[in-house]
């Protein structure tokens, strides 16, 4: 197992009355994606900014890499893709990320290569100011990723781009976490990340309601596995202990994690029915029963 690349343990941090990080903790290894998720004002970019060590918690420690991010901010491998980034338009990509590798100590080859993993090659002498939406975030994602970070932080990077050029981005990252790189994404477009995150954390002001692996998760007791198959409802007459499990509304089965191997077990070797679409509970499902937990939460 991988030792924590970033380790946050039990960090609580005030502006004045309130509380905006309550005992909050992670921990994430080399190669992992973690979804960050909560309403708006939950502490998601609070902790974000401990994270990059731009603020000290009032309690609790963080450590990337093994250091202080708040004492050694320019010796760490940390990357940064912020909500609202703001590109010189005047300067073509090329110049753009050039300025940036020259600012950090980076080979200018590295800027070549860059330009070409993000697909921005034949763009690269046009200026920034006349790059699409989905282009100025590749290249913003470019300048996060110039010094080839560790650790990357990407606060709403899809926001405005369309279905095609998002799953572009999460095409590029993932591709980086192949390589090793430990992902934070901070996002409300929870459908987008689905398939793609290892871990998950909800927040709600400012606690960490759930975290986990995806696996986890999706086997909260209190979240229901569909199962889809052809002719469910002649089965479910037929068969009643089947049956109390039939949704009739959605015309399928659905169980909780606990009876899900018995549901498979009995369509399978009783029924001989192997057609089955088992649709496991969405980030989305989890998320909103993560939510009927935050009224419980003072604020
Ligand atoms: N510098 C600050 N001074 C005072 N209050 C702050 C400061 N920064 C954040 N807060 C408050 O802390 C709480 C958490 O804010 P934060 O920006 O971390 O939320 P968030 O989850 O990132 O929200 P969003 O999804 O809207 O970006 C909010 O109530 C916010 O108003």
């Not at 609202?84 to 990320?97: A, D, I, P, W």
């Not at 986990?212 to 889809?228: Q, V």
Request: overall charge neutral; hydrophobic content about 40%.
């Amino acid at each position: 197992m991988n030792s924590a690349v970033v380790k946050v343990q039990n960090v609580h941090k005030d502006f004045g009355q309130l509380k905006a990080l309550n005992d909050v903790s992670l921990s994430l290894s080399q190669g992992q994606l973690l979804g960050l998720l909560g309403h708006n004002g939950a502490g998601k970019t609070t902790l974000i900014k401990l994270i990059l060590g731009l603020s000290t918690p009032d309690g609790g420690q963080v450590e990337v890499l093994g250091q202080n991010p708040a004492t050694n901010r320019d010796q760490l491998s940390l990357g940064y893709l912020p909500e609202h980034v703001s590109l010189y338009g005047n300067l073509t990509g090329f110049e753009l990320l050039n300025y940036f590798a020259k600012l950090r100590g980076v080979k200018p080859a590295r800027v070549f290569s860059v330009l070409e993993q993000l697909q921005l090659q034949e763009a690269q002498h046009r200026l920034v100011k006349t790059y699409s939406k989905g282009m100025r975030q590749r290249l913003a994602l470019g300048q996060a990723i110039l010094a080839n970070p560790k650790v990357l932080i990407l606060d709403e990077p899809t926001v405005g781009l369309d279905p095609e050029a998002a799953q572009m981005l999460y095409g590029q990252v993932l591709t980086l976490k192949q390589q090793g790189c430990a992902v934070i994404v901070c996002t409300h477009e929870l459908t987008l990340v689905d398939n793609h995150l290892d871990q998950a954390m909800v927040m709600a002001k400012g606690h960490c309601i759930k975290q986990g692996r995806m696996e986890e998760l999706r086997n909260l007791p209190e979240l229901k596995t569909r199962i889809e198959l052809g002719g469910a409802a002649l089965l479910a007459q037929k068969d009643p202990e089947l049956g109390q499990y039939f949704d009739l509304h959605q015309n399928q089965f659905s169980v909780a994690a606990e009876q899900k191997s018995w549901l498979v077990e009995r369509l399978t070797e009783k029924h001989q029915r192997f057609d089955l679409n088992v649709l496991p509970p969405s980030l989305v499902e989890i998320y909103h029963s993560c939510q009927r937990h935050t009224s419980e939460i003072a604020s």
